[in-house]
């Protein structure tokens, strides 16, 4: 049975780091009011497999450097999705299940996946086949991962968030690089799904054209026109908004900044865009 335990800060080996659109306001508030509900996971090794905002939000508080954590150490893959599966179900904050976590967790638990399937031919080594029946089927470690992500029975989801992202960690063509990086950012950005992105890199390996551009002019008259249409609407939103209320905090806001920021990128490029064709003979 898995106990938790006390360890020190120091102890815990972290490979990854928080996402840019992290906020750890809320979570670290609700540990300083009620405690750590549910405990770090860390492996065998004390690799780090889920609590990287928990461990975090400690940090942000902590009045030592190296301060003492509680963990649970999971020795086989099915201890470590067990609790993965209870902090996303009912942990405080927990942040959304992206295909970037997925393929986070599949990586943390490498070890433990290949740890598993090696015991279990173990188990079959020298048998007759006909003994492999008594045996209980090994259910695959992504179908676990998927479960335990809550994202249901199938593996679709964990398989294919794995494939995207290993295609953007091995890829070694200069020319792919740039193409690569913008089906990132969208995927990343929420604005296209792990599918899609798997549609785009596909696409992108085939040398295929990925882009959807508007090119038949009568349809760009209407997609200027609606363009105009929400970019009006948002400067009226925007005017009903401010100034901003002091109980939003330093943290949320600068998310919105990052985000209108890259919104007046595009919008200053488009705009000089169509200064340029006007002006140019």
Not at 18 to 26: A, S, V
Not at 49 to 71: T, Y
Not at 120 to 134: F, M, V, Y
Not at 172 to 198: C, H, M, Q, W
């Amino acid at each position: 049975m898995v106990k938790r335990q006390q360890v020190n800060r120091s102890q815990i080996k972290v490979s990854r780091e928080l996402t840019p659109n992290d906020d750890l306001t809320t979570l670290a508030n609700e540990i300083l009011a009620h405690g750590l509900k549910f405990p770090v996971v860390v492996d065998s090794d004390m690799n780090l497999i889920d609590g990287l905002r928990r461990l975090e939000a400690l940090e942000s508080f902590a009045l030592v450097e190296d301060f003492a954590v509680q963990v649970v150490i999971c020795h086989t893959l099915e201890d470590s999705l067990s609790w993965v599966s209870k902090a996303q179900k009912h942990g405080v904050a927990a942040a959304p299940v992206t295909a970037l976590r997925a393929w986070q967790l599949f990586s943390d638990t490498y070890e433990q996946q290949k740890q598993r399937t090696a015991e279990h031919r173990g188990l079959r080594k020298g048998r007759p086949r006909g003994e492999w029946a008594s045996i209980a089927p090994l259910a695959r470690s992504r179908e676990l991962l998927n479960e335990a992500l809550g994202m249901g029975p199938g593996e679709a989801f964990v398989s294919v968030s794995t494939l995207v992202y290993k295609t953007f960690a091995t890829n070694t063509d200069p020319r792919r690089e740039r193409d690569f990086l913008d089906v990132k950012r969208s995927l990343e950005a929420g604005n296209i799904t792990i599918y899609e992105a798997k549609g785009l890199l596909d696409r992108i390996i085939k040398g295929e054209a990925v882009n959807n551009k508007i090119t038949n002019p009568n349809d760009q008259r209407s997609a200027l026109a609606i363009t105009l249409s929400q970019i009006t609407g948002a400067n009226k939103g925007i005017a009903l908004i401010y100034p901003i209320h002091p109980d939003i905090t330093t943290a949320e806001l600068e998310i919105y900044l990052r985000g209108f920021m890259e919104a007046r990128r595009e919008i200053t490029a488009f705009i000089n865009s169509l200064r340029k064709r006007i002006t140019t003979p």
